[in-house]
């Protein structure tokens, strides 16, 4: 029995996805196949109802029962409430057959028997099972699932009726009860294999076991099928070989469907795009509802028969439920509708639907708010002439010459800024506009174009913009003042000052610098994140760039005693980044003077440059006191200066190296520090590199 | 060789400062004027080799001032040197894209400014 469990082994874990869905065929499955197929091919061959054939047949239902119980206790509970009911219909058909043996041997076979009893009331959890995985596939919606089934089970099982299984029964002379049971066996057959067929035409990803299903019940089919169509003349010995075949073929392979890969997710709800109205299903439900009532028509007119009364019945049946699911349907349309009418309406920025030709084909209240407008003034109409007619500074703006409609007619996606649209009564107003095309089955149809008033978004950036330069006016003016004067005074223009005096104005100066890096490290953060202080990338080597930075510095690493030095370029080697160089000299600028600040008189700073890949990094190292690990994710945050621990305070506004990260990121790069206390820092600037033809 | 060169800025710390400069350390000869009005007035009597411009000023800021100096027949071939403490990159470019020789920042080192005016200028 272990040849069919479902236990996962470490193998085929490896392709389970990522929700779980195992789709890994064991090879102990296959063994299961190969030993059924056996038994089948036995029980066709061997003489009916021998010892050897007994063994058989009854042996491998026996096997293929007891497996199906281990495999159903080991399910999930999602799906455990399917594989019991199909167990319970297997033992249901197995008892039945066992009773249609003992009668059979009795001799006390009649038509309808104990045994065609049991094997319709079988079907009753086979319903239930179904009934499980339609609301497993369709949650919140299992009531217009199961119209859709009965619709088409219906209608297939009247085809069968009428052009196989009526002309076989006509012979039989059966009537009343009997003719009801014979009829009713490839009938259900049919519903169960149509509801089944339905789930897997719902879309989703393929599942085995499902498809299983569909073949155990098609073979159950194909049983009653040829049961029906020679009871008229008697089932022969060879027939009942078959039929017992097929029986036994439809119960091991449903076994073989609870060992499948899938078993698992038959009634799981996937969210790629199960339980859709696919065209297949549209198609199957148009061939049913088409069909039916024209096959009633033209057997109606060969006389009145209770086949004809079934078939009548079950067209009428159809049309009734096809009225009840369009019903739905255009209800479901209509709430539909309003949900998407309402979250249109909700949202704050205009969305309007264009189609190629820059008609409006819809526009939603804050649209129609925002250049007041009525609905009738928009659909039907060109937007551009309506919204869009001039450019900011008046000029007229033609229709062809607009980005936004030749995006629209292109297909594209993207954000359009700078633009201005007009309202009813000519006024204008600024708006950032984003286009995403609209397709349909793959072709373009037109556009979905949502704008929005940025108005007050341009007066908070032009209030912000005058902050910036005012504070910085205000600020920087006295500073020229203080730093000038003292400069002057500094430099001996005026006469040599006495030593007290000279320390005094040293003090000064350094001070009167320190506030003045200050003012521009919080100018340029307030910069940074104002989105206000452009780049302009240019290839630039890294070498270079290091090489100017550390020829920038020498003056103050010669004060402090310290020695720097820039890698010099191997021959050969390029390490071409594209970036701002401006920007970039302030980065390594600002990590050299660190460098220096914090190393001890007579040490030395270097900077290194290696190629990784698409990025250049440029590293700065130092022989310096280090960084202790608890504070290196501190470094870059403002204000987050290291703890020195020897009370040395070190002059700078905390703000450079969140600075320089801010300029290294918005540079497509990085910024990385490593360091050991005692030992030295390596502070490493990552930045794209340019290969030979473009960025990299 | 000495200049003349007529200093515009209405802060009179500032203002005194670039006249010092650049008549001590860069030995030219320097007015001061604390306004565009009072440029205006002193350009009628007296033309610089150039004028070392604020930006911002009250009334008439330094752009006004610099149309006025390009409207004037007299002075208009004047060079004109803007000096400004703001850091925004629109104004930057603004300030760049009017007819100056050039545009200076604050806080500026007295000691090296009349180098700088004399890389601007050619000198």
Redesign the interface.
Known sequence: MRLLGTRGTADSTSRRRSDGFDSTWRPRWFVGLAVATLCVVLVLVLPSETFAWNAVYRGATAVALLAFVLIALRMPRRVRGVWWSLLAFQVLTVVADTVYDIEYIDQSTSFPGTADVLFLVAYVPVLVALGLLIRGLHPGRDREAWIDSVILSVAAASIVGAFLIAPALADSGLTGLPLLVAIAYPFLDLLVLCCLVWLIAGGGRPNPALMLLVLSFALYLVGDVIRDTTLADGIDEATWGWLEALHLAGLLIMALAAAAPGARWVSANEQDGSSRITRARILAMAVGVVTVPILVAIRITGGPSAVNAVLAIAAVMIILLTIWRIALLVRQVENERRITEFVLDSTGDGIIGLDRDGLVAFANLSARRMLRCREEDLVGHRFHDIAHHHHTDGTPFAWEDCPVDALVMSGGVGTIQGQTYFRRDGSAFPVEIVVSPLMRDGVLTGSVTSFRDVSERQAVAEVQ?QF??VV??E???????I???L??LD?G?FGEVNSEQQELLTMAVNNSDRL?HLV?DI??LE?LDAG???LHPQPVSAYELAEQAVSGITGAADAAGISVTAQEAPPGATAVVDVDAHRILQVLTNLLGNAIKFSERGSAVRTEVTTEGDMVRICVIDEGRGIPADQLARVFERFGQVESGDARRHDGSGLGLAIAREIAVRSGGTIEVTSEVGVGSRFAVLLPSVRAGGVA | MTKRILVVDD?H??RT?IA??LS??GGHDVRAAASGSECMAELEQWVPDVVVLDV?MPGMDGPATLAAIRATPAVAEVPVVFLT???????MERLHSLPVSGVLG??????QLPTLLSELLGW
């Open positions: 913009r910036v330069s910085s006016h600020l920087r003016t006295p500073l020229t003042s730093k000038g004067s400069q002057m430099s223009l003045s521009n100018l340029d910069r206000r202080m452009p | 802060d710390d500032v400062l010092m400069s001590r350390v911002m403490a703001s850091v925004v990159e629109a104004d604050k806080p500026f080192d007295p000691m």
